[in-house]
């Protein structure tokens, strides 16, 4: 039972262009939502989180954006860098001391 | 700041051999420790976490094991490895603030 999905598993865009990762829950006791990002042979780092008491936070060329209602969480990276090409993760926490990840999406930047 | 250091970084193991991963934890007493293993074209699963010297909570049946036999170190082991062993195996610890999972570098496991 996969309680969070990212349905796109990959997605290429262009550099410059505004890079959307998108993210969806089933369990509505998650609280608290993360974004990692991962590059190869190398372990995630976190890039930006949010409280499920506000709807939008912003990091620079970095927001995440929550949608409750629809247990819906995305990451807006604009704009895409070549650095940004890497593995992205949504995670998500209920204070039970665990994250639950997603399966990721690969970012590819398009020079 | 905290700092996790992991290894090795890469290993290949023949089926049936037995295996063992240690991580190490700075910069913090009393951590939260975890194991994660990412599959080819899969996501980061949990496999163990611990809160304390000696207590291990499993997350999934599998043939592996953890033990924390001090503080601020964690192992992953195996008696018998299995091809479905094979992955990217992660520890991590939380942040200060016990919002943040923060990783190591990684060991990269070829079971063959």
């Known amino acids: 039972d996969q309680q969070v999905k990212q349905n796109s598993p990959s997605l290429s865009v262009q550099e410059g262009r505004i890079s959307i990762l998108n993210c969806d829950y089933t369990n509505s006791m998650f609280d608290y939502f993360l974004w990692y990002k991962k590059y190869p042979a190398e372990g995630p780092t976190f890039l930006i989180s949010i409280s499920s008491i506000k709807d939008k936070n912003e990091d620079g060329r970095f927001t995440v954006f929550l949608n409750k209602s629809a247990k819906h969480l995305s990451l807006h990276i604009v704009p895409s860098q070549p650095g940004d090409s890497a593995v992205y993760f949504c995670?998500?926490?209920?204070?039970?001391?665990?994250?639950?990840f997603g399966t990721g999406t690969r970012l590819t930047i398009i020079p | 700041s905290q700092t996790i250091h992991q290894w090795p970084a890469t290993l290949v193991q023949p089926v049936g051999s037995p295996l063992s991963l240690e991580c190490t934890v700075e910069?913090?007493?009393?951590?939260?420790l975890y194991w994660y293993r990412q599959a080819a074209g899969r996501g980061l699963q949990l496999l163990f976490y611990?809160?304390?010297?000696?207590?291990i909570s499993s997350e999934v049946p599998q043939n592996l094991s953890a033990s924390r036999p001090q503080d601020r170190q964690f192992i992953l082991s195996s008696k018998k490895l299995l091809l479905s062993d094979s992955g990217f195996y992660l520890c991590?610890?939380?942040?200060?603030?016990?919002?943040?999972?923060?990783f190591g570098s990684g060991t990269q496991l070829s079971v063959l």
């Open positions: 995670a998500m926490d209920f204070g039970n001391e665990k994250l639950t």
């Open positions: 991590a610890t939380r942040g200060a603030t016990n919002e943040k999972l923060f």
């Open positions: 611990s809160v304390g010297i000696g207590q």
């Open positions: 910069g913090t007493s009393n951590p939260n």
